[in-house]
């Protein structure tokens, strides 16, 4: 059974920091693209960021030079480096595997964890 744990979410004051940690089932990790998605209340899940099993990365622009995607390949950890939060970072994150399909589509990821919530107060 495939699993994506993630951990590392919290509250935090407007121009700090969290790094998100997603642990996943060894057998999808070294093959599939990683991928971290954001839902705030009444709003829908959005790409924040992914990570391909061979090196490139993807970034929503409202993060980008904020935020960094890295893997662990040692670990199957795919983490999440959020710097310089803003009170509109706020959201249920959630670590996502995609094998094919548009890494910017969350109808194209194929397994989910059930999500970290990080809180920016302003």
């Known amino acids: 059974q495939v699993q994506l744990i993630e951990s590392g979410g919290g509250l935090v004051q407007a121009g700090g920091s969290l790094r998100l940690s997603c642990v996943a089932s060894?057998?999808?990790?070294?093959?599939?693209?990683m991928g971290w998605f954001g839902q705030a209340p009444g709003k829908e899940r959005e790409f924040v960021a992914a990570a391909s099993s061979g090196g490139s990365t993807f970034y929503a622009d409202s993060v980008k030079g904020r935020f960094t995607i890295s893997r662990d390949n040692a670990k199957n950890t795919v983490y999440l480096q959020m710097n310089t939060l803003k009170p509109e970072d706020t959201a249920l994150y959630y670590c996502a595997a995609v094998y094919r399909g548009s890494v910017y589509d969350r109808g194209s990821y194929a397994y989910w964890g059930q999500g970290t919530q990080v809180t920016v107060s302003s």
């Open positions: 060894e057998r999808i990790f070294s093959t599939y693209t």
